[in-house]
């Protein structure tokens, strides 16, 4: 089970946002690698990755998001919010099966 | 780039099947995994099933085994997602989306409204 904290995250534009996961069990794999992904999902629109491995910005992606944590901890950082970074973000592992989804955090616009 | 293309919406009555579609293209169909995401209204994703367009080998989340069915026509770069027996909460929104190689899900179609109603 992955657990989102906040729900929900009120941010002014530029200011800093963090959005916590939490795992019931480590998402380290047998294979030394944890397969923790965050996804971002604006309204009316498929998810689009962010990052991967807990840390690896997929191709595109700005530089003010970023990933951390180990074992059964993650956060996902976003250094000054920007008008586009509204919606849900989901993390997600792939370590253990079925993959799962945290339940989701909603950011907005204060 | 790579990119997947889905199918249009659905409506079916309950007891029904549908069958969505996910083409690729803009890069080797053979050399990624394929899963399928739904996503009910207002809900969360939810993983349903994965395939391997190289060997045709798929898995489906307990949930689903029995129901889902997945399959891939390599010639045309096609990969199919049949859901038997639908009821009401199988209305969502259904996504495939490509698994790149850290397992990730990093190209995703549009999205496929399935809607289930008498």
């Known amino acids: 089970v992955l657990t989102q904290t906040p729900l929900s995250s009120p941010v002014t534009l530029g200011q800093p946002a963090s959005i916590s996961c939490r795992s019931d069990?480590?998402?380290?794999?047998?294979?030394?690698?944890?397969?923790l992904s965050w996804l971002h999902q604006r309204p009316g629109q498929p998810p689009r990755l962010l990052i991967s491995?807990?840390?690896t910005r997929f191709s595109g992606v700005p530089d003010r998001f970023s990933g951390s944590g180990t074992g059964t901890d993650f956060t996902l950082n976003i250094s000054r919010v920007e008008a586009e970074d509204v919606g849900v973000y989901y993390c997600?592992?792939?370590?253990?099966?079925?993959?799962?989804f945290g339940g989701g955090t909603k950011v907005e616009i204060k | 780039q790579a990119h997947l293309l889905q199918s249009g919406t659905e409506v079916k009555k309950p007891g029904a099947s549908v069958q969505v579609s996910c083409k690729a293209s803009?890069?080797?169909?053979?050399?990624?995994?394929i899963r399928w995401v739904r996503q009910a209204p207002g809900q969360g994703p939810e993983w349903m099933a994965w395939?391997?367009?190289?060997?045709?080998?798929?898995r489906s989340a307990p949930k689903f085994q029995g129901r889902v069915t997945l399959t891939r026509d390599t010639s045309s770069s096609m990969v199919y997602m049949d859901l038997s027996r639908l009821t009401s909460d199988d209305t969502a929104v259904y996504y495939c989306?490509?698994?790149?190689?850290?397992?990730?899900?990093?190209?995703w179609g549009q999205g496929t409204t399935v809607i289930v109603t008498s």
């Open positions: 997600t592992q792939a370590t253990f099966f079925p993959l799962t």
């Open positions: 069990r480590s998402l380290v794999h047998i294979d030394g690698n944890t397969y």
């Open positions: 491995k807990i840390s």
């Open positions: 803009g890069y080797p169909f053979i050399d990624h995994y």
């Open positions: 395939i391997s367009p190289r060997t045709g080998d798929t």
């Open positions: 989306a490509r698994q790149s190689e850290d397992t990730a899900m990093d190209v």
